[in-house]
Structures are given as C-alpha cells and as structure tokens.
C-alpha cells in the first residue's frame, strides 16, 4: 500500500472560518493507540479537526468536498459496539465522513480488538 504524504499547512477551521489551528500532538497516556500522533485543532473554537500524518492515506480513497484524498479510520473504542471503518479528510480541511461499505451496503466493523490492533500496525 503506498500512503499519501500528511498536509504540510493549516487550513481554515471548516466549523468557524478562523485561521489560527495550532498543530497539537496526542499524549502519552491516549489509550486509543493514538499516542504521539499529529493533529489540529481549532484555537479558537476548541474543536477537533483531524490527524495530519499518513497513518490511512492512500490517494485512492475516495475524495474530500475539499478535493484531498480522505483517511481511513476506525471510530473510537468509546463505541465498541459500533467500530465502523470510514473515511475522513486527510487534510483537515472539510467535514468529509463517509462510512466504508460492504457490496451489501452494511458499513465495515472492527468488532475484535485484535483486527483494531493489526489495522493500526498497518498504518490505518
């Protein structure tokens, strides 16, 4: 799999216009296997915007309103019921979400937390 190279610059907060996104990395305590990852955050807002390294880019996901690559995810250990594998901006530019999907339309679940720990160890 060959991953798309993480934005270099800020973009505008898509939630309330402002400019000023600090870059922030998680912390050491995350449990959700996120430690140390990169990602913004509006300052003025407070709201999360998204992580901007190449952990799930591939430039042939589907595209962002924005017209980046979007990154596939899997959605926090919070909803264990419900781990859906989707899609995001990559660039944290846009509110683009968009659920993977089986050919029966039924969204992809990460339902053990083994198959969670081997998406993550491929960089998903």
Do not use: W
Request: hydrophobic share 25%; net charge positive.
């Amino acid at each position: 799999m060959r991953l798309a190279p993480p934005p270099t610059d800020p973009s505008s907060c898509y939630r309330c216009g402002s400019t000023s996104i600090t870059r922030h990395i998680v912390g050491p305590g995350n449990r959700k296997g996120n430690a140390g990852r990169p990602y913004y955050r509006c300052d003025i807002c407070r709201k999360f915007l998204g992580f901007v390294d190449s952990k799930g880019n591939d430039p042939s996901h589907p595209s962002c309103e924005c017209g980046a690559p979007s990154k596939m995810q899997v959605a926090g250990s919070e909803r264990k019921v419900s781990r859906g594998v989707h899609f995001v901006c990559s660039s944290a530019k846009c509110d683009f979400y968009a659920p993977l999907v089986r050919a029966g339309g039924d969204q992809v679940r990460a339902v053990d937390e083994d198959f969670v720990d081997t998406f993550r160890r491929m960089g998903f």
